[in-house]
């Protein structure tokens, strides 16, 4: 743990007194409902029973983390009468989840995977003591995450190699930001070993550009709401543009509350994909 003179998160940064603030703190392992509402921001659940099952905030991966912070917190506790101090008792849990972290937890896992893997790190690190295991998995009991069979989210779904890079010069796109326009102005691109930046388009972007795999076309947002494509003309040596129109596949754009990102919705298809 890098804080490790209480169980609270962000107050060294935030300002006292601050409104959106009134606890002083951003989150708290210790207390992750800070005695605030269900329809405050920083509340967070500290048990399975009252976990966020919408579709914001990526389905809760950030608002549901107080139910597993809060397991480490009891963790913790469980094992001070065992080890002596508070202190103590979090190198031993941080040393587990680390271990967790490492060997066992995958992608795909989920709460009981994660109560699987801390369980199965305890008994990898601490064979001759199965009391610390023990404590661990009260700990989980305690705030509604039920065991499992799978120490970590199952089989992995995909290889464990690296992918083959792309043959090809390396390149970096950037803009020029005007301040007093407060806008981006223009696109370049260059080596990345280089700084030879040559202006590629005369548009005003809104979004980052999005590059296909090969490096032959890219998408962005300029600042008339039009979605453009710039594709590399081998011939020329130059990048043509096109604009999106309305009649192709890609019918709207949103930008998503709160979340640096647009998404493309495709004609008669349910699924939404994140294009930067």
């Known amino acids: 743990m890098v804080d490790r003179d209480d169980w609270g998160l962000g107050e060294d940064i935030i300002i006292s007194g601050h409104p959106d603030f009134p606890t002083g703190l951003q989150r708290n392992m210790a207390n992750p409902q800070q005695g605030l509402t269900n329809t405050h921001w920083l509340w967070q659940p500290d048990h ?4 966020y099952m919408g579709a914001g905030d990526a389905g ?10 809060f ?4 963790f913790v506790q ?6 002596g101090t508070e202190e103590a008792a979090k190198q031993v849990a941080e040393k587990v989840y680390y271990h967790a972290m490492t060997f066992y937890m995958t992608r795909q896992a989920n709460f009981k995977d994660l109560r699987a893997a801390i369980e199965h790190s305890c008994s990898d690190l601490h064979p001759l003591d199965p009391g610390i295991r023990q404590k661990a998995s009260e700990a989980f009991e305690a705030v509604g995450i039920v065991a499992s069979s799978e120490p ?3 089989i992995f779904d995909f290889q464990a190699s690296d992918l083959t890079p792309n043959q090809g010069t390396e390149y970096v796109l950037c803009s020029k930001f005007n301040f007093n326009k407060n806008k981006n102005e223009g696109l370049y691109i260059s080596e990345s ?3 030879n930046l040559s202006k590629i388009s005369d548009l005003s972007l809104l979004s980052r550009p999005s590059v296909l795999d090969d490096g032959s076309a890219m998408y962005f947002v300029a600042s008339d709401n039009k979605i453009y494509k710039l594709t590399f003309n081998p ?3 130059a990048w043509d543009p096109l604009v999106v129109k309305k009649s192709s ?5 949103l930008r998503y509350l709160r979340m640096e990102g647009f998404w493309l919705f495709w004609k008669n298809k349910s699924k939404t994909t994140m294009l930067l």
């Open 152 to 154: 970590g989210g199952g």
């Open 235 to 237: 011939s020329t040596k």
């Open 249 to 253: 596949p890609i019918i709207e754009m």
């Open 78 to 83: 469980g094992l001070i009468p065992m080890v």
């Open 60 to 69: 809760g991966v950030h608002l549901n983390s107080g139910i597993p912070n």
């Open 193 to 195: 070993s280089k700084i």
């Open 71 to 74: 397991a480490f917190y009891k």
């Open 48 to 51: 399975v029973k009252n976990q």
